[in-house]
């Protein structure tokens, strides 16, 4: 069983940034794909971007290529979503989540390929 905890999130005003956290408790990552996704009110989840935790490999959706980015911090065994440039549609709460692999380039992008998520963290955007 693999628990994952979000942190960060908030209110920013357009243009600014935001950046959130996902922390595996207990575990380490190495052999996982992490994801973000995000679903505002009366929406279909959206992913966002993918990372593998061995190799680094990085996928992202197109709608928020350019203004986001998915890391790693290997000390803290923690991905990292950085946001900039935010908009007020970007407002919705946002999921990390993961899933056991076992090839390199495998990068889900639909929320049904992965088995765990985080609890969610709100971000808000103000015009």
């Known amino acids: 069983q693999v628990q994952l905890v979000q942190s960060g999130g908030g209110l920013v005003q357009a243009g600014g940034s935001l950046r959130l956290s996902c922390a595996a408790s207990?575990?380490?990552?190495?052999?996982?794909?992490m994801g973000w996704f995000r679903q505002a009110p009366g929406k279909e989840r959206e992913f966002l971007a993918a990372?593998?935790?061995?190799?680094?490999?990085?996928a992202y959706a197109d709608s928020v290529k350019g203004r986001i980015t998915i890391s790693r911090d290997n000390a803290k065994n923690t991905v990292v979503l950085q946001m900039n440039n935010l908009k007020p549609e970007d407002t919705a709460v946002y999921y990390c989540?993961?899933?056991?692999?076992?090839?390199?380039?495998?990068?889900?992008?639909?929320?049904?390929?992965?088995?765990?998520w985080g609890q969610g963290t709100q971000v808000t955007v103000s015009s």
């Open positions: 207990g575990r380490t990552f190495v052999g996982y794909v």
């Open positions: 989540a993961t899933r056991r692999v076992y090839d390199i380039v495998y990068l889900p992008r639909s929320g049904d390929q992965y088995d765990y």
């Open positions: 990372l593998q935790w061995t190799g680094g490999n990085t």
